[in-house]
């Protein structure tokens, strides 16, 4: 009796839609809430090849809803004990590891090997990555999304099909809708959505009912109402070129940054220091620090004269955010110097020194 | 004409449904278009004017701003939503 009789018996899915599974290319990005059920099922149900990829470790406040890790995995690499995990479910899959979160360099080169993608992650930059990526290869990527009691599901990109910028066009900056860690999720929610993600994964794979493209689907948790929402392609979203030149800043942690605080006293202690101001020359004749050099945004090629003589350089704005951009724009082309964002820019500044 | 709402913009109005008069006695403007409902509710939550994408559906389908609403449409506000 094999191991996957009871679904190979279904009529609809039979042997053939396990010798697709087989073949098949799965790449979950995210190994969170929604990433963990997708992958338990996948690799469950005998998805050939399987991609993991996250650079996070397991916090205690996971837990709540990342399932399958228990007290014995805090502060381990949520990669390894995946692999461990999944290994021990079926040793007949075979995983790809990616120690690395997903980025404009790494996503093109990485997708491409895979049949599909799962968007199982937790902050917009990765989502808009994943659906260029997707439609620059295109490749169908299956959605899922998360916010309180509430989880919206769909399938983009699926054979020409709509995009998340067909819902979406333009993305969200990190200040108008929170994520996660800011709003919170009820623990069971990213279960039931991520459930839903590994059934529209096996639908596309082995090509079987309907496929939930060109609709959203909206849970609402509390009310147990799910809503289906219809949308369409505009083709427009199709005809991307290449990759954005940027994504906003992934995670806040992914640029290193310093306390206004830490700033401050850093500047007291009479070092000397590189500090460059990224706001519009207005807003720097309004009010700078003494030790600013100004140079707009816009304009950063500027930079290249005080970046080179220095061996650390601090940027500020004036809310922490042109200059977390700025950070990311001087890592890529200053590799090796170190940069630090002021969080809270002139903002924050302004607080303590009044 | 009931709005169902999704997502921040839920926590924004403080309620998962919100009613939108469909008559007028203060002469104040009825909301005739997907556009117009927006700038209307807008200038009651200012909260919504600062999400760069929100997708509103008219009786389960993404709508167009120019798209006409009548007051016996299922109109619901659908924000993009980052949580995983």
Redesign the interface.
């Known amino acids: 009796m094999s191991r996957y009789t009871r679904q190979t018996q279904l009529k609809d899915f039979g042997p053939e839609g396990q010798k697709k599974l087989s073949q098949s290319k799965v790449l979950v990005v995210?190994l969170?809430?929604?990433?963990l059920p997708v992958l338990q099922y996948l690799n469950a149900m005998g998805v050939g090849t399987l991609g993991l990829m996250d650079q996070d470790i397991i916090e205690l406040h996971n837990l709540q809803r990342q399932v399958l890790y228990t007290e014995h995995d805090l502060g381990r690499q949520k990669l390894e004990v995946v692999h461990e995990k999944m290994s021990a479910q079926n040793s007949q899959t075979h995983f790809n590891l990616y120690d690395t979160f997903l980025t404009k360099d790494n996503a093109l080169e990485t997708i491409k090997d895979y049949d599909l993608v799962v968007d199982?992650?937790?902050?917009?930059p990765t989502?808009y990555l994943i659906n260029d990526a997707c439609v620059l290869l295109k490749k169908p990527f299956v959605y899922?999304?998360?916010?309180?009691f509430?989880g919206?599901v769909s399938v983009f990109n699926y054979q020409g099909g709509p995009t998340y910028r067909c819902?979406?066009?333009?993305?969200?900056?990190a200040?108008?809708?929170?994520?996660?860690n800011e709003?919170g999720?009820l623990g069971v929610i990213?279960g039931i959505i991520g459930t839903f993600q590994a059934l529209e994964a096996i639908k596309v794979l082995t090509e079987i009912g309907e496929v939930l493209s060109g609709k959203?689907l909206?849970f609402?948790g509390?009310?147990q109402q799910s809503?289906?929402?219809?949308?369409?392609l505009n083709p427009k979203n199709l005809e991307l070129k290449k990759l954005q030149d940027f994504y906003e800043p992934l995670d806040c942690d992914v640029v290193p940054a310093i306390t206004a605080e830490d700033f401050q006293s850093l500047l007291g202690s009479k070092t000397r220091i590189t500090l460059i101001d990224v706001r519009t020359e207005e807003e720097f004749m309004d009010r700078n620090l003494k030790e600013a050099i100004n140079i707009p945004l816009d304009s950063l090629e500027h930079a290249s004269v005080h970046v080179d003589t220095a061996e650390t350089v601090y940027v500020v704005c004036q809310s922490g955010k042109r200059s977390e951009l700025a950070v990311k724009q001087f890592q890529n082309q200053y590799p090796n110097k170190q940069f630090f964002n002021i969080l809270g820019g002139m903002n924050k500044i302004a607080t303590l020194c009044p | 004409m009931t709005i169902l709402l999704f997502g921040i913009t839920k926590d924004i109005v403080g309620a998962p449904t919100l009613s939108v008069p469909t008559a007028s006695i203060t002469g104040k403007k009825i909301p005739k278009t997907v556009k117009e409902l927006k700038t209307f509710l807008g200038n009651t939550y200012p909260e919504l004017n600062k999400l760069s994408s929100l997708a509103v559906a008219v009786n389960n389908s993404y709508a167009e701003d120019d798209q006409v609403i009548n007051s016996y449409d299922e109109i619901a506000l659908i924000p993009p939503v980052s949580g995983g």
């Open positions: 995210g969170g809430g929604l990433g199982a992650t937790d902050n917009f989502r899922g999304a998360l916010h309180g509430e919206h819902l979406y066009p333009n993305m969200p900056s200040e108008e809708v929170p994520n996660c709003n999720v990213p959203l909206l609402d509390l009310s809503t289906k929402i219809g949308f369409k």
